[in-house]
């Protein structure tokens, strides 16, 4: 069983807006700080960005800062990205997943889910 459900990408222009869910499956997402991640065609998985358990705080990947919006529900049981001002180079499917941090770099945490979801496709069309 897939530990997470990622939802809403899809094609969008240039300066589009998409947002996206990752509903946690038969969990919840309590005690964990969850991050997003995406990867692009020929390249590595890479940090986006995350949301500690009982913080405000958010933390993005300096590509996304000011255009990402990450955010859980009040039940812990989702995690969006509201991802504003798409350019081309967003385009990756995007993935959440427990994160920590270790030395200042974000990465998966995968003592926490132990896998990943099947991702979402987001596509930008410059």
């Known amino acids: 069983q897939v530990p997470v459900v990622e939802s809403g990408g899809g094609l969008v222009q240039a300066g589009g807006s998409l947002r996206l869910s990752c509903l946690a499956s038969g969990r919840t997402f309590n005690g964990h700080t969850i991050g997003w991640f995406r990867q692009a065609p020929g390249k590595e998985r890479e940090f986006v960005a995350a949301?500690?358990?009982?913080?405000?705080?958010?933390y993005y990947a300096d590509s996304v800062q000011g255009r990402f919006t990450i955010s859980r529900d009040n039940d812990n049981v989702a995690v969006h990205l509201q991802m504003n001002s798409l350019k081309s180079e967003d385009t990756a499917v995007y993935y959440c997943?427990?994160?920590?941090?270790?030395?200042?770099?974000?990465?998966?945490?995968?003592?926490?889910?132990?896998?990943w979801g099947q991702g979402t496709q987001v596509i930008v069309s410059s």
């Open positions: 997943n427990t994160a920590e941090r270790v030395l200042g770099t974000w990465r998966v945490d995968l003592s926490g889910f132990g896998s």
């Open positions: 949301i500690p358990w009982r913080s405000t705080d958010a």
